[in-house]
């Protein structure tokens, strides 16, 4: 399959890539990783007049912790996301992300980007409520999470944006879980749950629950937190809160399983997201 005919330039630093995605229009986009528009390129899904490729802009990669936060360039890939322990839950997520050639080459300022609510960590970062920077022409602003996913691959960030900074949480004291379930281990998620808890003395003091893949965009399973908040961290609670999860959610039918079926897998994954999370 081969792509529509296309320009391509490389940008040489956040401030050329703006100027370049100015100057080429409504038409051009950016190439991070690739993984997500080169295929739709490949089948006309997608056809950017103008290609700015920003992977040689050293500043957009890497880790930087604070006292109580982490703030990951955009263009940190996910092998180098997996290999960050003191990351928790993103750490633990970015290691089940497809394969590991598509971990060497996909970063996360991409993938959340894209805003595909199939993807690992759209629902991640909801949950742990964390926020991406991003330059346009009119200077710097923040979007919190809550804010940055509007709808089926649409998310708030412009068209002559760049994200340049994910900022999350350091949240001492949590614990966490991922679970997600697909046909095959190289898939997107038929539905993914992520679970961050945090306890005192066996009582949930706080739960923050991410669900993927059951709605147009990411959701919290805020039904399920309720339940669970301010009451004993034990299996009973935890399948009481568990069987609450998919209230609220619309997933839709797709190849390989009914809504039903995917409101089934989210209160099955997130009893075991919970139980892990419970337990670290």
């Given at each position: 399959?081969?792509?529509?005919?296309?320009?391509?330039?490389?940008?040489e630093?956040?401030?050329?890539?703006?100027?370049?995605?100015?100057?080429?229009?409504?038409?051009?986009?950016?190439?991070a990783?690739?993984?997500?528009?080169?295929?739709?390129?490949?089948?006309?899904?997608?056809?950017?007049?103008?290609?700015?490729?920003?992977?040689?802009?050293?500043?957009?990669?890497?880790?930087?912790?604070?006292?109580?936060?982490?703030?990951?360039?955009?263009?940190?890939?996910?092998?180098?996301?997996?290999?960050?322990?003191?990351?928790?839950?993103i750490?633990?997520?970015?290691?089940?992300?497809?394969?590991?050639?598509?971990?060497?080459?996909?970063?996360?300022?991409?993938?959340l980007v894209?805003?595909?609510?199939?993807?690992?960590?759209?629902?991640v970062?909801?949950?742990?409520?964390?926020?991406?920077?991003?330059?346009?022409?009119?200077?710097?602003?923040?979007?919190?999470?809550?804010?940055?996913?509007?709808?089926?691959?649409?998310?708030?960030?412009?068209?002559?944006?760049?994200?340049?900074?994910?900022?999350?949480?350091a949240l001492?004291?949590?614990?966490?879980?991922?679970?997600?379930?697909?046909?095959?281990?190289?898939?997107?998620?038929?539905?993914?749950?992520?679970?961050?808890?945090?306890?005192?003395?066996?009582?949930?003091?706080?739960?923050?629950?991410?669900?993927?893949?059951?709605?147009?965009?990411?959701?919290?399973?805020?039904?399920?937190?309720?339940?669970?908040?301010?009451?004993?961290?034990d299996?009973?609670?935890?399948?009481?809160?568990?069987?609450?999860?998919?209230?609220?959610?619309s997933p839709l039918?797709?190849?390989?399983?009914?809504?039903?079926?995917?409101r089934?897998?989210?209160?099955?994954?997130?009893?075991?997201?919970?139980?892990?999370?419970?337990?670290?």
């Open positions: 399959m081969i792509p529509a005919e296309f320009d391509y330039t490389v940008a630093s956040v401030d050329d890539a703006i100027r370049l995605l100015a100057e080429g229009g409504e038409d051009a986009k950016l190439l990783g690739g993984h997500s528009l080169l295929p739709l390129m490949k089948l006309r899904f997608a056809a950017p007049s103008l290609l700015v490729d920003i992977g040689r802009i050293s500043e957009l990669r890497g880790v930087q912790t604070g006292d109580d936060s982490f703030r990951i360039g955009a263009l940190t890939r996910h092998a180098d996301l997996q290999e960050r322990d003191d990351l928790g839950l750490a633990a997520v970015a290691k089940q992300i497809a394969d590991q050639q598509v971990r060497n080459r996909g970063t996360i300022g991409g993938s894209n805003g595909d609510s199939a993807a690992d960590l759209p629902a970062l909801l949950a742990l409520e964390g926020s991406v920077v991003v330059r346009g022409a009119d200077g710097e602003r923040e979007i919190a999470a809550a804010d940055l996913f509007q709808g089926y691959l649409s998310t708030a960030v412009a068209p002559g944006e760049v994200l340049t900074e994910v900022r999350i949480p001492a004291g949590y614990g966490f879980g991922y679970e997600k379930f697909n046909r095959r281990s190289e898939d997107w998620a038929m539905v993914g749950v992520c679970a961050l808890v945090k306890s005192v003395d066996g009582v949930c003091e706080d739960v923050r629950i991410g669900l993927t893949h059951m709605a147009s965009t990411p959701l919290r399973a805020t039904a399920a937190e309720d339940a669970l908040r301010a009451q004993p961290l299996e009973e609670h935890i399948a009481a809160a568990a069987a609450l999860a998919a209230e609220g959610t039918a797709d190849l390989n399983a009914t809504p039903d079926y995917k089934h897998l989210a209160r099955v994954l997130t009893k075991r997201a919970l139980t892990t999370a419970s337990a670290a």
